[in-house]
């Protein structure tokens, strides 16, 4: 199965149709009447269809087993065509159009198994997805335009005893999300520097500085000290959605001091030092905290 694990959980729903078309009036009334020989139609397949979206993964290979936790299935008749519809939620790292699709397709075969003893012509057609929402696909927001400098806070690669991933790995991110690299420093784990840098970032208009590195709790990890003295409001939701992220990941992200605030219109969030760590924080908070930017502007959440 492809790995979901970098993904946040986050509202997917999905709704998919399919279409049952019979032969004749006689069916629709024997449905609606309730004269089918096997009983309930609208019932029994409802049923059927409330146990395939729960059993998705059990049938489909690269389906990831996942939560549901709602579904609506609703019947429309029109004509002579029933059409069945599978709404299906879930809070988590993957959506649920194949669920909705599966079951809405059990359905339609559940009542074509009931209605075949008394009518040989009914067909099967139109199983589509009509809507899926949730997960990084629905967020529109964008870096396009928005300029970046990044800071590398550290004592051992300034003096070039160690090369720096984590900061490379931070203009990565930002590259697939659009936003323009406006600088890459390496700096030593000094306030005054780490200051230095920020301010005059801040100056130059610079929309966004990353800074990775000196948010642990060694003696020399002192960035946010050079950091939050400078901020004219500190976001702690950013903060809070890094640390919980990671902290999913391993028992130690609990121990990073990440934060994020504002410093007039530019964007400071300080991240750990750590690859994997600076990693998975641009996974946590990419592309979503780009919205900061449409507030900024006037927009509305």
């Not at 029933?82 to 159009?97: A, D, N, Q, R, W």
Request: negative net charge; aromatic residues 4%.
């Amino acid at each position: 199965m492809v790995n979901i694990t970098h993904k946040t959980n986050t509202l997917r729903k999905a709704i998919a149709e399919a279409v049952v078309s019979v032969s004749s009036q006689v069916t629709i009334d024997a449905i609606v009447n309730q004269k089918v020989p096997k009983g309930n139609v609208f019932e029994m397949s409802k049923t059927a269809g409330l146990f395939a979206a729960k059993k998705t993964s059990d049938v489909i290979p690269d389906c990831h087993p996942l939560p549901i936790e709602y579904t609506s299935i609703q019947f429309e008749i029109m004509d002579l065509d029933i059409h069945i519809t599978s709404e299906i939620h879930t809070i988590y790292k993957t959506g649920v159009e194949v669920e909705a699709m599966h079951s809405a397709s059990i359905v339609a075969l559940t009542m074509y198994d009931m209605l075949k003893p008394i009518d040989k012509n009914i067909e099967i057609k139109n199983i589509r997805l009509l809507e899926k929402k949730g997960g990084k696909s629905d967020i529109k927001d964008s870096g396009e335009g928005i300029t970046a400098s990044v800071i590398v806070c550290s004592d051992s690669i300034f003096e070039g005893k160690k090369e720096d991933k984590a900061g490379k790995a931070i203009i990565s991110s930002l590259e697939k999300n659009k936003v323009n690299i406006n600088d890459y420093v390496v700096i030593p784990d000094e306030i005054a520097e780490i200051q230095s840098k920020i301010r005059l970032y801040a100056e130059d208009g610079i929309s966004l500085v990353m800074i990775t590195g000196g948010t642990g709790l060694s003696k020399r990890d002192v960035t946010p000290e050079a950091v939050r003295p400078l901020l004219d409001r500190e976001i702690p939701g950013v903060a809070e959605a890094i640390r919980n992220y990671g902290q999913q990941r391993t028992p130690y992200s609990m121990l990073s001091r990440s934060l994020a605030g504002m410093i007039g219109d530019t964007l400071v969030i300080a991240l750990p030092g750590s690859t994997k760590g600076a990693e998975e924080s641009m996974d946590s908070i990419f592309p979503g905290i780009l919205h900061i930017y449409k507030i900024l502007n006037g927009g509305k959440h």
